[in-house]
């Protein structure tokens, strides 16, 4: 009897799978839609102005699909021209009027006053993304050479140990944040993150050094593409690090070994 049942469901089965397959034969075969929307040609950045205020928008240095697919142009063109733009406007407008005006984005940073919160975000996100633009490029990746390339075996031990260390960092700063590299006054390097857009130029924040690598970890940098999986984008951009722009921060910040002490 058991059999029987068996025999029938099979046969069942097998009558519906071939009418599905038969019916599979008879559908009109519908042209695949165009590649991708986010293939489509992108706005220049060059096009991406700043209102009228002290700091304008320096162009990015390369365009918006030059870092796919680490980094997509889609969202690195809402990055720069919606997210980046925005931070440039409201920095001229929290200053406008005021003496910071007069100012280098640097010297707003190394002297703010942490209650100000709309110069704290604005000015943090104008230093923060100018620099995270740098540090990328189109061809990046790979191992730094030289003085920095040096500096990172004698302080992490290996090149693989640091982009651990790093990436531990970047992983684990809650919320939204940035990843630093840093090198002190005495050529020593470290990792270390920050929050929202404060950054090592701040005073009080609890992270010193001179920056030379930075990762922007908001949800806005990757979410698009990597949805929650913060650690595949933190290894992502490994492959688009500029590491000659790195390695020149480095060299200007790190003591000369003439008048190292
Ligand atoms: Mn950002």
């Known amino acids: 009897m058991k059999k029987t049942v068996y025999f029938i469901s099979s046969l069942v089965l097998a009558v519906a799978l071939q009418s599905c397959n038969d019916k599979k034969l008879q559908e009109v075969e519908v042209p695949l839609p165009e590649?991708?929307?986010t293939n489509a040609p992108m706005g220049n950045p060059a096009d991406v102005m700043a209102d009228e205020g002290?700091?304008?928008m320096i162009p990015l240095p390369y365009a918006y699909d030059a870092l796919a697919p680490y980094i997509d142009a889609k969202t690195m063109e809402i990055?720069?021209?919606?997210h980046h733009l925005g931070y440039t406007n409201n920095l001229n407008k929290a200053i406008a009027g005021t003496a910071l005006e007069?100012?280098?984005i640097e010297e707003i940073l190394n002297k703010l006053d942490l209650e100000n919160k709309a110069v704290r975000n604005n000015a943090g996100g104008y230093y923060n993304h100018n620099f995270f633009w740098e540090v990328m490029g189109p061809n990046g990746g790979g191992e730094p050479t030289g003085p920095l390339a040096d500096a990172i075996k004698k302080d992490f031990g290996s090149f693989e140990?640091?982009?651990?260390?790093?990436?531990d960092v970047a992983t684990k700063q809650f919320?939204?944040?940035?990843?630093?590299?840093?090198?002190?006054?005495?050529?020593?390097?470290?990792?270390?993150?920050?929050?929202?857009?404060d950054n090592p130029l701040m005073p009080n924040i609890g992270v010193t050094g001179t920056p030379v690598l930075a990762l922007d970890v908001w949800e806005h940098a990757y979410y698009l593409n990597y949805q929650n999986k913060r650690a595949d984008y933190?290894?992502?951009?490994?492959s688009v690090i500029n590491w000659k722009a790195v390695s020149k921060k480095?060299?200007?910040?790190?003591?000369?070994?003439?008048v190292a002490q």
């Open 35 to 37: 590649k991708e929307v």
């Open 161 to 167: 140990a640091f982009k651990t260390q790093f990436s």
């Open 250 to 258: 480095f060299d200007a910040a790190a003591p000369k070994p003439a």
């Open 102 to 104: 007069k100012l280098t």
């Open 54 to 56: 002290t700091f304008k």
């Open 79 to 82: 990055h720069f021209s919606k």
């Open 234 to 238: 933190i290894d992502a951009f490994f």
């Open 175 to 197: 919320g939204s944040g940035w990843a630093w590299l840093l090198v002190d006054k005495a050529g020593k390097l470290s990792v270390a993150s920050t929050a929202n857009q």
